[in-house]
T-cell receptor, first 110, second 113 residues
């Protein structure tokens, strides 16, 4: 059974720092992995999708990597800004289902 | 392009009452999902439709939850009767047939008191 874990559950850093969020999964047989952002009281916004054959994807200040063999993905945020404050969730597509982590709540202090 | 629309945004009900949520997916998206997200947890799939057929409802508490997508477009999710533990955000998502990328609505926050 696929399980997805995100550590830490919460992270607070000063504005301007580069940071890394972690996502691990137990079964390497995945179709893809997706990172989402969730603002309080709002839905989920897809940030990056990495197919199982890819190693990384980039969008602006965000870079996501995927290492299937070790069951890990990282989301790198460069030059963090207060507007980046949100909860970040990763989800793996496995057996046509999306399996979710519980998220990392990120606070960027001005 | 319009996104996934959900209503209402917020709902407060007493336990044992009934409630219904509505979702209109992105035009042309054959696949529709309903998720339940309890505070501090990731979303849990309740039901997945492909057009108007159910693909997966294995985690839907069928004694109190029901969902339909009669015309293969919009969908309703109903809870009857509600319990305190049903307090959560209910998210609707849709995707193109065969695509693995889902697009989410803003969700309905349900509070059962």
């Amino acid at each position: 059974k696929q399980e997805v874990t995100q550590i830490p559950a919460a992270l607070s850093v000063p504005e301007g720092e580069n940071l890394v969020l972690n996502c691990s999964f137990t079964d390497s047989a995945i179709y893809n992995l997706q990172w989402f952002r969730q603002d309080p009281g709002k839905g989920l916004t897809s940030l990056l999708l990495i197919q199982s054959s890819q190693r990384e994807q980039t969008s602006g200040r965000l870079n996501a990597s995927l290492d299937k063999s070790s069951g890990r993905s990282t989301l790198y945020i460069a030059a963090s800004q207060p507007g980046d404050s949100a909860t970040y969730l990763c989800a793996v597509r496995s057996n046509y289902q999306l399996i979710w982590g519980a998220g990392t709540k990120l606070i960027i202090k001005p | 392009e319009a996104g996934v629309a959900q209503s209402p945004r917020y709902k407060i009900i007493e336990k044992r009452q009934s409630v219904a949520f509505w979702c209109n997916p992105i035009s042309g998206h054959a696949t529709l999902y309903w998720y339940q997200q309890i505070l501090g947890q990731g979303p849990k799939l309740l039901i997945q439709f492909q057009n108007n057929g159910v693909v997966d409802d294995s985690q839907l508490p069928k004694d109190r939850f029901s969902a339909e997508r009669l015309k293969g477009v919009d969908s309703t999710l109903k809870i009857q009767p509600a319990k305190l533990e049903d307090s959560a955000v209910y998210l609707c998502a849709s995707s193109l047939e065969g695509s693995t990328e889902a697009f989410f609505g803003q969700g309905t926050r349900l509070t059962v008191v």
